[in-house]
């Protein structure tokens, strides 16, 4: 079974609260004060937890407290030496160096600087350096194997930073969110909701974004957020276990339909969709307004090729509009095996659940082509590859 965690966030995400759900899942604060001693920043900051209600909801708020007025500017370079020469567990390490990798590239993007060059007082250095990695040490501690995220609110109106005022989501978390595809949208709460650590962790280690996927929990951990809001400013933090899926994977489904195109055009599509990318595409036909005619036109794609997918919709049909779903899918191991029949050479695609062989199916083009060649029968060919391979040891 996987070790998972799914971050459930109405209310956003920021590096306090993603740290104090954590803790509240039990990862215990002790720990995390002594393996962020070997950081040797101890004399900047006092780590505390303690309860706090929300809308009648207790959860937990962990706080890093400045002991400086004004903490220490850091650049990247400063970052990823202070975690190199600490004696982090190595996945805390590696985990802890690619989240400041990806805020670094995102904070450049915004100002025009390179990575190296970014200052990180906008989210504060002391800060972030404990939020990230004490995020990534309770996520050792659990036991984690892969992380799931919910979509994100979008939050609104301006928040002061060192730059001035900045306009809700900031630009830095926008970048963040452009680098992963991430699904957003509008609870109403005019607040900043993510903030750039929140969203760098988020980012970065998640495996997608979207529904929780078919887990069993075991526990539930509540970060508090500071500000009181309309809805309980609490992200939840659900660990638990895989059972049902293999290979869980995030993917978008694309929809749009069309009745004013000739659908000798649609195969063409789909074979530029499959070329882009696209794990499958189909078409059903439909009825719309006014009794016309028209085709459904559905495409399953990876989350990164989302943009891609949809410019070959616009381009080369007429539609004007498309729908998109972000969804969990479970897709069962699978490998490509040969086998030599009377007739040919045929690849076989052979399915797994468990370890254990659960599906068999000939490649189509290698039958049609072998009973093009042969002049037998296709169905033949196809029950003589799948004969051969349940005779195989595998």
Same mark, same amino acid.
């Given at each position: 079974?996987?070790?998972?965690?799914?971050?459930?966030?109405?209310?956003?995400?920021?590096?306090?609260?993603?740290?104090?759900?954590?803790?509240?899942?039990?990862?215990?604060?002790?720990?995390?004060?002594?393996?962020?001693?070997?950081?040797?920043?101890?004399?900047?900051?006092?780590?505390?937890?303690?309860?706090?209600?929300?809308?009648?909801?207790?959860?937990?708020?962990?706080?890093?407290?400045?002991?400086?007025?004004?903490?220490?500017?850091?650049?990247?370079?400063?970052?990823?030496?202070?975690?190199?020469?600490?004696?982090?567990?190595?996945? !805390? #390490?590696?985990?802890?160096?690619?989240?400041?990798?990806?805020? @670094?590239?995102?904070?450049? =993007?915004? /100002? +025009?600087?390179? *990575?190296?060059?970014?200052?990180?007082?906008?989210?504060?250095?002391?800060?972030?350096?404990?939020?990230?990695?004490?995020?990534?040490?309770?996520?050792?501690?659990?036991? !984690? #194997?892969?992380?799931?995220?919910?979509?994100?609110?979008?939050? @609104?109106?301006?928040?002061? =930073?060192? /730059? +001035?005022?900045? *306009?809700?989501?900031?630009?830095?978390v926008v970048k963040l969110w452009e680098s992963r595809n991430v699904p957003i949208y509008s609870n109403g709460i005019e607040k900043e909701l993510v903030t750039p650590t929140g969203a760098a962790l988020a980012v970065t280690l998640a495996e997608g974004f979207g529904h929780a996927p078919a887990m069993t929990i075991q526990k539930v951990g509540l970060g508090a957020g500071t500000a009181s809001l309309?809805?309980?400013?609490?992200?939840?933090?659900?660990?638990?276990?895989?059972?049902?899926?293999?290979?869980?994977?995030?993917?978008?489904?694309?929809?749009?339909?069309?009745?004013?195109?000739?659908?000798?055009?649609?195969?063409?599509?789909?074979?530029?969709?499959?070329?882009?990318?696209?794990?499958?595409?189909?078409?059903?036909?439909?009825?719309?307004?006014?009794?016309?005619?028209?085709?459904?036109?559905?495409?399953?794609?990876?989350?990164?090729?989302?943009?891609?997918?949809?410019?070959?919709?616009?381009?080369?049909?007429?539609?004007?509009?498309?729908?998109?779903?972000?969804?969990?899918?479970?897709?069962?191991?699978?490998?490509?095996?040969?086998?030599?029949?009377?007739?040919?050479?045929?690849?076989?695609?052979?399915?797994?659940?468990?370890?254990?062989?659960?599906?068999?199916?000939?490649?189509?083009?290698?039958?049609?082509?072998?009973?093009?060649?042969?002049?037998?029968?296709?169905?033949?060919?196809?029950?003589?590859?799948?004969?051969?391979?349940?005779?195989?040891?595998?």
């Open positions: 079974m996987t070790k998972i965690v799914y971050l459930d966030c109405p209310t956003g995400i920021a590096g306090d609260m993603y740290l104090s759900a954590l803790v509240d899942a039990g990862v215990p604060l002790d720990y995390l004060i002594s393996q962020l001693e070997q950081l040797a920043i101890t004399e900047e900051y006092q780590l505390s937890a303690y309860p706090l209600t929300h809308n009648g909801q207790v959860a937990t708020k962990v706080e890093v407290q400045l002991s400086a007025k004004t903490p220490p500017h850091r650049h990247l370079p400063d970052l990823k030496t202070l975690i190199q020469q600490a004696n982090l567990p190595q996945s !805390v #390490e590696d985990w802890s160096l690619e989240v400041f990798q990806q805020l @670094g590239q995102a904070e450049a =993007a915004v /100002h +025009g600087v390179s *990575p190296d060059e970014v200052h990180f007082h906008e989210v504060g250095a002391t800060d972030a350096i404990i939020d990230i990695v004490g995020t990534c040490l309770g996520l050792h501690w659990l036991g !984690v #194997e892969k992380i799931y995220c919910s979509p994100l609110p979008t939050g @609104g109106g301006s928040v002061k =930073a060192a /730059h +001035g005022r900045l *306009p809700v989501p900031v630009p830095a309309s809805l309980p400013n609490i992200l939840r933090l659900w660990v638990g276990e895989i059972t049902t899926a293999e290979n869980l994977e995030t993917v978008a489904v694309l929809e749009t339909q069309i009745d004013d195109l000739s659908p000798q055009v649609l195969p063409y599509v789909q074979q530029l969709l499959f070329s882009a990318g696209a794990l499958d595409v189909f078409t059903q036909a439909i009825t719309m307004k006014k009794s016309r005619l028209g085709s459904l036109v559905t495409v399953i794609c990876p989350v990164d090729k989302i943009s891609e997918c949809e410019a070959i919709l616009f381009r080369e049909t007429t539609t004007i509009g498309i729908r998109r779903q972000i969804q969990n899918r479970n897709a069962l191991k699978r490998e490509v095996q040969t086998v030599k029949t009377a007739y040919g050479e045929v690849r076989v695609k052979v399915a797994f659940l468990q370890g254990k062989v659960v599906n068999v199916q000939p490649e189509y083009e290698d039958c049609v082509r072998l009973a093009q060649q042969q002049q037998v029968a296709l169905k033949k060919i196809q029950d003589s590859a799948i004969a051969l391979f349940s005779a195989s040891p595998n």
